[in-house]
């Protein structure tokens, strides 16, 4: 049995404390809760309705959870009773921990002392709740109702979770637990103990930061076997945290992207709004993974079809057009001034006419589709004569007739009463509050019904800034050649001896700098130089003095294309490999993706492919196509350098020149624990 699955589905509860104990007492009443229910107050004699005891010594039994609501000095002794009587869990209400620094940040430590082995969710929590038992150690209003099985959501944020409780979609929701400060009881800790909950369909997180990733991976892990969808909303996150300021890939990426990458490996979708996690996880919940990517979308206006259409373009969804022989098949349920395409504007022709718009709606849906999406705004009067019903009655006999699921979706959340979402819901299909909201929500179904298991992830262990050292890009290449990647051959010479070793060179040169990044910038580069005139003069305009180390190499002139190529250590998340589009104009550009390693070549493709410059590397306007064995074999030998420098930190390849034939580093740069 999980550590928490007394605080699930609890038999018993205490609550310890006023006013905002009343409340959980009541909150639980109002949810049917059927178990015992035990107040502790030192002087009332009742809570509502509830007989209390003085103490926690006083209680009748261990309670399988408890809602700790007093101030913060009395939190850490209440804990210790509860501990000493073998209490499931304990919710802490109190703020004034670790969340005010200072001394709160030893009562913090005290708290979980005084825990022992029994799980505190908090402190400077709002409480949980369990709606499948009616449990609620809430000390406020909430929304939820009872259910048998459903949605759990955990959040950072108590307000946050207050408000999910009150959202009104046709989403049942099996448990909310708010874990505040994270004493004990993590997001993690969490999302392991719902995946083993046969009453948990789907799980939504609000997460500012993880603490155990590894934990949170295995959770993950156990959550796609067990086909349990997971959704994010990820806050609190910024390209500053994870700054090096010498190298340009510190400008791209960050906490942030290494989040993106972690959940987008383990199979959780990240969302970007409080209302776009819970669409999708009411399509997830419902539709659980579609078997593609195929949609089709109806409705009788030309101009929502528009809508759909443009919105879909920029999504990983396909609109397919309809075969000939498919599109003979809807024209003859149509009127002869119906264009039939997809999205389709089958017109009002049909409107009203039940027979019609299910003949219609069955030949539509009839074909190879993974989903089929129907607009429909209903309007606010008049709703029980309403003629919208046929169409949504027509809709669902053909999702059920053809097997495709079906999304009824309003172009505006006004438009979708709550009667239209229950008679979707008890149709089997699912409705959804906006046109956008439902685009986004297929797509991660569709996602989620093509992820794939990956190896464990690769750990990065923290470090210190102040123990950093740069390694530019005399000592830079030589990790790289040490891992066999390619790099332009080369000399290190004083100034007063570059123009000698560049005629042992073979073609034109470049002379650069040593021991500075963005050489460019300084103006301490030179390229495509030809003969020893040039090369002196390239010199002498860098203004160095006679003995300064310059490196001399040959100069490569067949580039397809220039890229960035860049691992680095995120603590807590992983190691990240960054790829775009590089040169002098990487941050202006902004192309870049990123993955956690470890990787392998068809995954190093795939993100290469998704760049918006790869039209570059695959040879445009008829240029050659890059050598794309030998730049992924390039790639994957720069993520080599990790599995033999346990001191690196970060190392940077900027360029890497995919070439027509073979790829090559021609700059780079590491930074190291020093």
Not at 255 to 270: E, H, I, M, S
């Amino acid at each position: 049995m999980h550590r928490l699955a007394r605080l699930l589905a609890p038999e018993s509860i205490a609550v310890v404390g006023g006013r905002p104990a009343e409340l959980a007492i009541q909150q639980c009443m109002a949810l049917g809760f059927e178990g015992e229910i035990w107040p502790v107050h030192p002087t009332r004699s009742e809570q509502a309705g509830h007989a209390t005891v003085p103490t926690v010594a006083d209680l009748p039994g261990p309670p399988d959870a408890a809602l700790v609501a007093v101030n913060r000095h009395e939190t850490i002794q209440v804990v210790a009773a509860l501990a000493a009587i073998g209490a499931g869990a304990a919710v802490c209400y109190a703020s004034g921990f670790a969340e005010v620094g200072g001394a709160g940040i030893g009562l913090q430590a005290d708290l979980v002392a005084a825990a022992r082995s029994m799980p505190v969710v908090g402190p400077n929590c709002y409480g949980t709740v369990a709606a499948t038992v009616g449990a609620a150690l809430w000390p406020d209003q909430q929304g939820l109702q009872r259910c048998q099985r459903g949605v759990a959501l955990v959040t950072q944020s108590g307000n946050i979770a207050l408000n999910l409780t009150m959202q009104s979609r046709r989403m049942p929701i099996s448990h909310v637990l708010t874990v505040g400060n994270q004493a004990d009881v993590g997001v993690e800790e969490c999302v392991e103990a719902l995946v083993g909950d046969p009453s948990v369909s789907a799980i939504g997180l609000h997460v500012e930061a993880l603490g155990d990733v590894p934990r949170f991976e295995a959770a993950c892990r156990r959550a796609s076997a067990a086909d349990v969808p997971m959704v994010v909303l990820k806050t609190g996150s910024s390209t500053l945290g994870a700054r090096i300021a010498v190298s340009h890939t510190s400008s791209l990426v960050g906490d942030a992207t290494a989040y993106r990458a972690l959940f987008q490996r383990l199979g959780v979708r990240q969302v970007d709004s409080i209302p776009e996690l819970l669409d999708t996880l009411a399509v997830l919940d419902r539709l659980g993974g579609i078997s593609g990517r195929r949609l089709v979308s109806m409705s009788c206006s030309g101009g929502e079809a528009s809508v759909v259409a443009d919105q879909a373009e920029s999504m990983d969804l396909d609109l397919p057009a309809f075969d000939d022989a498919h599109a003979a098949r809807i024209a003859d349920t149509l009127s002869d001034l119906v264009s039939v395409s997809n999205p389709l504007d089958y017109h009002t022709f049909i409107w009203g006419d039940p027979e019609r718009l299910r003949t219609t709606f069955t030949a539509v849906m009839d074909g190879p589709l993974d989903a089929a999406m129907l607009v429909l705004d209903f309007p606010s009067t008049g709703l029980d004569d309403s003629g919208w019903w046929p169409t949504l009655g027509a809709f669902a006999e053909a999702s059920r007739a053809t097997g495709v699921p079906g999304v009824v979706v309003a172009s505006m959340a006004e438009n979708l009463p709550p009667e239209v979402e229950t008679a979707a819901d008890v149709a089997g299909m699912v409705a959804v509050r906006g046109i956008g909201e439902a685009l986004k929500a297929l797509e991660a179904s569709a996602w989620w019904g093509d992820r794939r298991t990956r190896p464990p992830l690769l750990e990065a262990e923290p470090f210190d800034r102040k123990d950093l050292r740069t390694l530019y890009e005399v000592e830079a290449r030589g990790l790289l050649e040490a891992a066999g990647v390619p790099v332009p051959r080369g000399l290190v010479v004083p100034v007063v001896d570059a123009v000698v070793a560049s005629a042992s060179l073979t073609g034109r040169v470049v002379v650069k700098a040593t021991g500075m990044a963005h050489k460019t910038e300084a103006g301490r580069v030179a390229v495509d130089l030809a003969g020893a005139a040039e090369v002196g003069a390239a010199l002498a305009g860098m203004g160095l003095a006679d003995d300064a180390p310059v490196l001399v190499e040959e100069f490569v002139d067949d580039a397809v294309v220039e890229l960035l190529v860049s691992v680095r250590r995120e603590p807590p998340v992983g190691w990240l490999l960054t790829l775009g589009i590089g040169g002098t104009l990487v941050e202006l550009l902004g192309d870049t993706t990123s993955l956690l390693l470890p990787v392998d070549a068809d995954e190093v493709l795939a993100a290469l492919r998704g760049l918006a410059g790869w039209p570059l590397i695959e040879g445009h306007r008829g240029n050659p196509p890059a050598d794309l064995d030998a730049l992924v074999a390039t790639i994957l030998g720069i993520v080599g350098v990790v599995e033999v420098r346990p001191d690196l930190v970060e190392l940077e390849c900027n360029p890497v020149l995919a070439r027509p034939v073979g790829a090559i580093t021609v700059d780079a740069l590491a930074i190291v624990v020093d």
